[in-house]
């Protein structure tokens, strides 16, 4: 039999930019209100595991074409990077700097190395969970 | 008085969620079940949004949020797996 979800790949297909959006709001936010990489990172998870419930593993990985190991890899350089970074220019490991910029768009920002450190956070959340998630699914 | 009217409105919501339970434990066939525990997480919602004004603060509202996402998902995948019997497919087959 043939099955048909229109209406769920259609809602995934929206829905799926309202939690993204709503993920990167939580990651950026994280420094002053609730949230942070690791509430971001499950959300952004949660969202590409919304579109593998929706539509089937191999279209999802058509689309995206991630690998999510690198991922893992990638943000545990970021995190390390900007922890040993301080070590190179006389300061303590794990020494955050920040400053005020003038930016075009955003006008005067405060901009703060412990957002790299949480960049990192996020994107070992991702890979994580969806290295979990994915192979687990392929697996029968 | 505000403050008994929300805790009155809480304990109503506890009340919802009770029977909701009762339905999880007896309910016959699985889609009872999925559909009552879609109904707690609504009332959970409500109840979180009711606590936020009880505590004057709006630091539960991203909860609100991420609540009702992960109830959507959950229950998505829920009634996937009763339908179909297999959650994540590895390739669609027509």
Do not use: C
């Not at chain 1, 003038?102 to 991702?126: C, I, K, Q, R, W």
């Not at chain 2, 505000?2 to 409105?9: F, G, N, S, V």
């Amino acid at each position: 039999m043939k099955t048909n979800d229109v209406i769920l790949q259609f809602t995934a297909k929206i829905v799926f930019f309202i939690i993204f959006l709503f993920s990167i709001h939580i990651f950026m936010a994280g420094h002053y209100t609730p949230g942070g990489g690791f509430v971001g990172g499950l959300l952004t998870a949660s969202a590409i595991v919304l579109l593998i419930l929706a539509f089937d593993l191999k279209t999802v990985q058509t689309g995206f074409n991630i690998n999510y190991r690198l991922l893992v890899a990638t943000g545990l350089l970021l995190a390390v990077g900007t922890a040993s970074f301080p070590m190179f220019v006389g300061e303590p490991f794990f020494t955050h700097f920040y400053d005020y910029f003038e930016l075009p768009f955003f006008g005067n920002t405060s901009l703060h190395t412990a957002m790299l450190f949480d960049a990192g956070v996020y994107l070992v959340v991702v890979g994580v969970t969806l290295t979990i998630i994915q192979s687990i699914g392929e697996d029968e | 008085m505000k403050e008994t009217i929300l805790l009155l409105a809480v304990a109503l919501f506890f009340v919802a969620i009770a029977l909701s339970v009762y339905r999880i434990v007896k309910g016959p066939s699985m889609p009872d079940r999925a559909i009552a525990l879609d109904t707690i997480a609504v009332n959970l919602i409500s109840s979180i949004a009711i606590v936020s004004v009880l505590l004057s603060t709006k630091a539960f509202l991203d909860a609100i949020l991420i609540l009702g996402i992960l109830s959507f998902i959950g229950t998505i995948s829920f009634s996937k797996y009763i339908e179909r019997g297999v959650l994540i497919e590895r390739k669609r087959n027509d």
